[in-house]
């Protein structure tokens, strides 16, 4: 039973910086796609950002493209989503799962960790 640990969230200004981590349990983390998924009021959840399982191919949400990254520690089973020149259009909840052709690869969901992007 895969399950996930988001952490990080939190208030920031716009501009600002944050990082999220997301713990994952289960041995299949090092053999998957990971990928971030934000889901903010009103709007279905998106894919923001996916790495490979040995961290050589990254992909991003032309949205959030140069403003964040992600990286994953197979060692800690972590994935990281570091973001910076945050925006208020930024404000979700922000999720992390496995990633199989832009698609969640499993059907449990963590609690998430919200972001809030306000002045």
């Known amino acids: 039973q895969v399950q996930f640990v988001e952490s990080g969230g939190g208030l920031v200004q716009p501009g600002g910086s944050l990082r999220l981590s997301c713990a994952a349990s289960?041995?299949?983390?090092?053999?998957?796609?990971m990928g971030w998924y934000r889901q903010a009021p009103g709007k279905q959840r998106e894919l923001v950002a996916t790495?490979?399982?040995?961290?050589?191919?990254?992909n991003y949400a032309d949205s959030v493209k140069g403003r964040f990254t992600i990286s994953r520690d197979n060692a800690k089973n972590t994935v990281y989503l570091d973001m910076s020149s945050l925006k208020p259009e930024d404000t979700a909840v922000y999720y992390c799962n496995g990633a199989v052709a832009g698609n969640p690869l499993y059907d449990y969901w963590g609690q998430g960790t919200q972001v809030t992007v306000s002045s």
């Open positions: 289960g041995r299949m983390f090092s053999r998957n796609t």
């Open positions: 790495i490979s399982k040995n961290g050589g191919r990254i």
